[in-house]
């Protein structure tokens, strides 16, 4: 299926030319000095080259972004081919930059290493997908200084995105059209790797990249070993044999890193939580915000030129595994949901710090942090990289959507997930879970009010469902996004993101002075009810003493009380479904 358009502007290169009476640079640019590309410059450079290797590239523009143009995306393919077959063919590496868009070292790196890989030739076995600047909005929203304790460049785009959306928390509830268009060019390439390109905040150390490795123990267990024995072994050498040596991200277990740092979790509303969850190997470099900004750049590049590399080198293999991973995952039956840090279990690795010390604030007149540069150190820290899970779920054989929920359909599909529909009213006894207890924020995050620690309990009910309610095989490559997504009790699932915040809210209530006679009644009719309720008011003072609470307690038990609240609608089927019963929705 041929979704992207190729992009041609036969007239803009030929205004272009005219005015610069030189459309293409004949060298690879210089790293440029604590300056960025703005959004048009970067995509003049992209064009200059889609326009001069016209059989190696394209230029492609993606869906749209809440700024109202498309999400610009730069392939490089040796053989010039971007068929679906050509990219199950080979492996793809994903690059995304900008998402914040005052972190751009990826934006100037990923120009250059474009620039030197058609210039010096691309390799055989790789597709390379750049998207160039991902948040369109917050590049063009220009300024000198919104990140406080970044050193350069000279002026930088803003991390909100045209809607002040961190995208970087958007890919699951998706209130973003960028998000939608990343879901395009995601399952469109199926990335062997992907990469999302930062810098850092927090301390301050000699390295000059850290990187995030999404969580591993996430991931199928052979793809994990891979990546932990193989690849990363490899990235990390590079970069020391290229003067950049790199630690994972200095994420400080206290408050230096001398007492050791911690992987970061990042659940699937992170970039790379998202792509970890189809099996693609993802990172996160975030370069260290102090250095200079050509330090910044030269060292991402190094990391993405290294990759491409490696991947090239290694295809046959890194192929196998992925595919002997996406076959496993469709097999699992248990997935983790919930994680915690394991505090007990660590690794020490090299660290080249900076002697942390305190000394009197001239603001505050109490003690304040400085790093010593002129004490820097190397010495080997503690390296926390393992969480445990909390909670399990056993995947169903389908979730059942009743139609009225049919915004969830279409985050599916936006996903490539594939949906169908009852042909005729269907009755089933499927798995229903109360919503039991959730907390919620105080204040807004990312638009929403996040919910969080949701715990429900799974209830067995017969259900009768109309002719076209949904219904979503699980056992497939999406599987995990499935699971992360439908189950309410996952840390980033749609119920977490608001998306059923309908069926919390009680809709009929009651009169206390004419529900007494009932509940008075019930009470005389019901013994073990009446044990019960007497129990509950010699255990509870704060009970005994509220007759609301009292009379709403027998409510609750009493035909009265409505069967929908706090029942999440989405059932899960155990056992498999005659397909005669379905047929495809689109
Ligand atoms: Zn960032």
Same mark, same amino acid.
């Given at each position: 299926m041929e979704i992207f358009s190729r992009f041609k502007c036969t007239f803009c290169v030929l205004i272009f030319c005219l005015i610069t009476g030189n459309s293409f640079a004949q060298t690879p640019a210089p790293f440029l000095i604590n300056e960025t590309h703005t959004f048009a410059s970067a995509f003049k450079a992209y064009k200059n080259m889609a326009e001069r290797y016209p059989t190696k590239c394209q230029f492609q523009q993606i869906g749209s972004s809440d700024y109202g143009i498309p999400v610009p995306l730069f392939l490089m393919n040796e053989s010039g081919l971007f068929t679906a077959a050509e990219i199950e063919s080979k492996n793809v590496i994903l690059i995304n930059n900008a998402i914040h868009p005052g972190e751009p070292c990826g934006v100037d790196a990923s120009i250059k290493l474009a620039q030197d890989l058609l210039e010096g030739g691309l390799p055989k076995n790789v597709i390379i997908a750049i998207i160039p600047i991902y948040n369109v909005g917050g590049a063009h929203n220009r300024n000198c200084c919104s990140r406080a304790n970044q050193n350069g460049p000279s002026e930088y785009g803003f991390r909100g995105n045209a809607k002040n959306l961190d995208l970087n928390r958007d890919f699951i509830k998706a209130d973003s059209k960028n998000t939608l268009a990343f879901y395009k060019i995601f399952h469109y390439l199926n990335p062997s790797i992907f990469i999302d390109t930062h810098t850092s905040n927090g301390a301050d150390y000699q390295h000059t990249m850290t990187l995030i490795t999404s969580q591993l123990n996430k991931m199928n267990p052979e793809l994990a070993t891979y990546t932990r024995d193989k690849l990363n072994p490899y990235l990390f050498n590079k970069m020391e044999e290229g003067n950049y040596p790199m630690v994972p991200y200095v994420h400080p277990l206290g408050k230096t890193p001398d007492d050791g740092i911690i992987d970061y979790l990042e659940t699937p509303r992170y970039s790379t939580g998202y792509t970890n969850l189809f099996n693609t190997i993802s990172y996160v470099t975030e370069a260290h915000m102090l250095k200079t900004y050509e330090e910044r750049v030269k060292s991402t590049y190094l990391f993405l030129n290294e990759m491409v590399t490696y991947v090239d080198n290694n *295809?046959?293999?890194?192929?196998? %595994?992925?595919?002997?991973? !996406?076959?496993? @995952?469709?097999?699992?039956?248990?997935?983790?949901?919930?994680?915690?840090?394991?505090?007990?279990?660590?690794?020490?690795?090299? &660290?080249?710090?900076?002697?942390?010390?305190?000394?009197?604030?001239? %603001?505050?007149? $109490?003690?304040?942090? &400085? /790093?010593?540069?002129?004490?820097?150190?190397?010495?080997?820290? !503690? +390296?926390?990289?393992?969480?445990?899970?909390?909670?399990? $779920?056993?995947?169903?054989?389908?979730?059942?959507?009743?139609?009225?929920?049919?915004?969830? %359909?279409?985050?599916?599909?936006?996903?490539?997930?594939? $949906? /169908?529909?009852?042909?005729?009213?269907?009755?089933?006894?499927?798995?229903? +879970?109360?919503?039991?207890?959730?907390?919620?924020?105080?204040?807004?995050?990312?638009? *929403?009010?996040? *919910?969080?620690?949701?715990? $429900?309990?799974?209830?067995?009910?017969?259900?009768?469902? !109309?002719?076209?309610?949904?219904?979503?095989? %699980?056992?497939?490559?999406?599987?995990?996004?499935?699971?992360?997504?439908?189950?309410? *009790?996952?840390?980033?699932?749609?119920?977490?993101?608001?998306?059923?915040?309908?069926? @919390?809210?009680?809709?009929?209530? &009651?009169?206390?002075?004419? &529900?007494?006679?009932?509940?008075?009644?019930?009470l005389d009719t019901d013994p073990g009810l009446k044990t019960d309720f007497e129990l509950k008011k010699a255990k509870d003072t704060s009970f005994a003493n509220n007759s609301f609470a009292q009379l709403y307690y027998l409510y609750k038990k009493s035909p009265n009380y409505e069967q929908s609240n706090n029942k999440y609608p989405i059932t899960r089927l155990m056992k498999s479904l005659d397909p005669q019963l379905l047929e495809a929705s689109y």
């Open positions: *295809h046959v293999e890194l192929t196998e %595994v992925r595919n002997k991973a !996406r076959k496993a @995952l469709i097999e699992k039956k248990e997935f983790a949901l919930n994680w915690i840090q394991n505090t007990t279990q660590f690794d020490t690795i090299p &660290f080249l710090g900076y002697t942390a010390q305190y000394k009197k604030s001239k %603001v505050t007149g $109490v003690d304040r942090l &400085f /790093y010593n540069r002129e004490m820097p150190y190397k010495k080997h820290i !503690r +390296y926390f990289n393992t969480y445990i899970p909390t909670s399990y $779920v056993t995947a169903p054989e389908y979730y059942i959507i009743p139609q009225a929920w049919d915004n969830i %359909v279409d985050l599916l599909r936006a996903n490539n997930i594939p $949906v /169908y529909q009852f042909k005729n009213e269907t009755s089933l006894i499927v798995e229903m +879970y109360e919503i039991l207890d959730y907390e919620t924020t105080q204040s807004p995050y990312e638009g *929403h009010y996040l *919910h969080s620690k949701i715990k $429900v309990n799974p209830i067995k009910q017969n259900v009768t469902y !109309r002719k076209g309610d949904f219904v979503v095989p %699980v056992k497939n490559e999406n599987i995990r996004f499935i699971i992360e997504t439908l189950e309410p *009790h996952a840390p980033d699932s749609y119920f977490a993101w608001n998306y059923f915040d309908a069926v @919390l809210q009680q809709k009929e209530w &009651f009169s206390p002075y004419v &529900f007494e006679d009932e509940a008075a009644e019930m």
